[in-house]
């Protein structure tokens, strides 16, 4: 079983990586989001995901490793292709189009619309998501987990919108308040003050 590999960048396309690991090139599938996050060249470090599928008519095996950026990320990819339906493929495109930290809270706060936004994702679906994770994952528990400069970072703001979602605030009036609150106040509040300001706004 390979949990993670740490190796020089050699190639990074649209959705994978090629990694030296002692001499030995890996190829990984990662999600678009994480491709910005990952250097050009240089040293590199992803937690991994090993599949293996098996051709029952023809015996055949298929080997493909999937990486991550941190241990939160590859569990919730991992919780995701559990639900009936979503393929690795659609797991990796659900992760690709969102941050790990936007679509933990749209489960926890059943946005289905967010859901229903990405490619391959239907209502159904969207609704059997929800259905199946909302009560397995935990509220606050996952974060970017890992510090970057993106727009998806772990920022006050996102993990002020991510707590006030998975309290049962709706989405769109949770960012319309924090907007606002920021834009008249700041952007350097702490994310608890953040919190309590914008649920006194809404």
Known sequence: ??????GELLEKGADHVVLDCHGVGYL????ASVIGELPAKGRCHLHIHYSVTVDVRSG?????????????????????IEVQGVSATI???????????????????????????????GPKLAQRIIGELQ?????????????????AGNTPR????????????????????????????????PVEELIKLTLKNL
């Open 1 to 6: 079983m390979i949990d993670s590999l740490n």
């Open 60 to 80: 055949s095996s298929d080997h493909r490793l999937f990486g991550f950026l941190d241990a939160n990320q590859r569990q919730l990819f991992r919780r995701l």
């Open 91 to 121: 797991g990796m495109a659900i992760l690709g189009a969102r941050s790990a930290q936007d679509v933990y809270a749209a489960i926890i706060g059943g946005d289905e619309a967010m859901l229903r936004g990405i490619k391959g994702i």
């Open 158 to 189: 996102a993990e002020a919108l991510s707590a006030l979602v998975s309290l049962g605030v709706d989405r769109l009036k949770a960012e319309r308040a924090l907007h606002s609150i920021m834009n008249e106040q700041g952007m350097d509040k």
């Open 135 to 151: 009560g397995k994952l935990v509220p606050g528990v996952i974060g970017t987990g890992h510090s970057s400069q993106s727009a």
């Open 28 to 31: 990984v599938q990662v999600p």
